[in-house]
């Protein structure tokens, strides 16, 4: 079965394959910087992650932009708070985010851009939108014409057919009952930040920045733009409709969009306390490999219920896969090779990449890999399993972890200090001292968790990071 992706402009999986040569012109819409990122982003970043991995692994090379939007309103209002400039406010938000996005081992994509670092490429593309009859000022603000883009809802399948002309819209975030023309630049106002350009002092509205990056790097039309469903409309809508409206060409070949994540069957919402960063969930004790797992496991298009019983559940599966690799590196198996166990290694693939191929179906595709793993331990129980079985095994993991990257422990985000490690090594001394042996496994499994290993010696206990 060849590479399929669901594309949200015609509602259809369809097949892939990029415009032109071998490689990949991606874009997907970076942070916001004006706060730490939560996981219901990072579930966004993470499957685009998985998505270019898998792109890699089918044989593609990626070309992939991501912008940094370090100008919009939420950051003005966040910065103005905090008495700060919106370059300094937003520099402590794009290190957390990248901080983050690396614990999680989300690949950096090949350009990561700023938006501040294109202003005068935005107001370029506005003069020539000007020139081409799809905008008009308003109080030195200048906004699209949507009633001059008659294909705008193609992308969202609603019909704006209807609404009123020339009714407008300043912020950057709005819904589907308010579609009106969007701003494209706004005005300087008080004391909000400004550059100086041919359309006046003013700023970017949000929507352009993307655009503008987009075309940019990757030319006018794009093979794959990716982000959350959040963003369909307006922000996609808007792209689409500046873009096509500046190049006449089709600005995005597949739109892929990740589903909301709700946290314990609820939205997530600072109100209910289930609000959570990559940072909150560390500090809880949960390894990045475990959410990145987590986030992973659904595949993109589903709704994902993000659950601390998930989490865990999540650091089950990984300490099952790492002790089968151990296993297969470790065990002493017969020479040669079980013929039968070769056909089963060669059907996990096939179905793995199957599963992966299918619009990215990453739930069954680690089903593919736990009955793979489950039939050979049995195997190797019988003593059917022979060394090039073991051989085998081990490249299919491998494949497996060029995708979903969990084998290898994290120590360095969550790691503890070498005090607390001595501590907890004491502690679980003491409780095995006292017969409390729950607490005592309860203190190995929390630090093999971070990677660290302990080894009963007969001159007392040794610990060494993995
Ligand atoms: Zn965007």
Not at 275 to 303: H, I, M, N, Q
Request: hydrophobic share 40%; proline share 3%.
């Amino acid at each position: 079965m060849p590479l399929r992706f669901y594309n949200t402009l015609t509602q259809q999986a369809e097949t892939f394959s990029p415009l032109q040569d071998n490689v990949v012109r991606m874009y997907t819409c970076g942070p916001t910087v004006y706060n730490f990122v939560h996981i219901g982003n990072l579930r966004a970043f993470t499957s685009q992650d998985i998505l270019r991995r898998w792109l890699r692994a089918r044989g593609y090379q990626l070309d992939h932009v991501m912008n940094i939007t370090d100008v919009e309103d939420k950051i003005i209002r966040n910065a103005a708070a905090a008495d700060k400039s919106i370059f300094d406010y937003t520099a402590v938000y794009t290190k957390a985010f990248l901080e983050d996005t690396a614990a999680l081992r989300l690949e950096r994509p090949e350009r990561l851009v700023k938006a501040t670092d294109h202003i005068d490429d935005m107001a370029a593309a506005i003069e020539k939108l000007d020139e081409r009859g799809f905008t008009y000022r308003s109080d030195g603000s200048v906004y699209y014409r949507i009633a001059n883009f008659p294909e705008y809802g193609k992308l969202s399948h609603n019909d704006f057919s209807g609404i009123r002309a020339g009714a407008r819209v300043d912020v950057d975030e709005y819904d589907k009952a308010d579609a009106r023309d969007f701003v494209l630049w706004k005005a300087q106002k008080g004391g909000e930040p400004g550059w100086e350009t041919p359309l006046g002092c003013g700023r970017p509205g949000w929507h352009i920045e993307c655009s503008v990056m987009a075309m940019k790097y990757l030319g006018a039309t794009l093979d794959i733009h990716a982000g959350g469903v959040d963003l369909i409309f307006p922000h996609h809508e808007n792209e689409i409709a500046q873009s096509e409206a500046l190049t006449g060409k089709p600005f995005v070949r597949y739109w892929l969009h990740s589903e909301h994540l709700i946290v314990e069957g609820q939205k997530m919402a600072k109100s209910l306390g289930n609000f959570y960063t990559l940072r909150d969930l560390l500090e809880k004790g949960y390894s990045p490999e475990s959410v990145r797992y987590l986030l992973a496991s659904v595949p993109y298009r589903k709704k994902l219920n993000f659950t601390l019983d998930g989490l865990k559940a999540a650091a089950t599966s990984i300490d099952r896969l790492r002790n089968y690799k151990l296993r297969l590196e470790t065990a002493k198996f017969p020479d040669g090779s079980n013929e039968k166990m070769t056909e089963r290694t060669t059907a996990a693939q096939r179905a793995f990449e199957t599963a992966l191929d299918d619009d990215l179906n990453t739930a069954e595709a680690l089903a593919a890999v736990f009955e793979y793993i489950r039939d050979t331990n049995t195997a190797m129980d019988a003593g059917e399993f022979c060394s090039a079985n073991a051989r085998a095994a081990l490249e299919f993991l491998e494949r497996f972890d060029s995708v979903f990257d969990v084998l290898r422990p994290s120590t360095s985000a969550a790691g503890f200090t070498d005090a607390e490690i001595e501590s907890l090594v004491a502690e679980r001394t003491t409780a095995k001292k006292a017969k409390n042996f729950a607490r005592a496994d309860q203190i190995r499994a929390e630090l093999a968790d971070k990677g660290i290993v302990l080894e009963d010696t007969k001159e007392g206990v040794r610990w060494k990071r993995q």
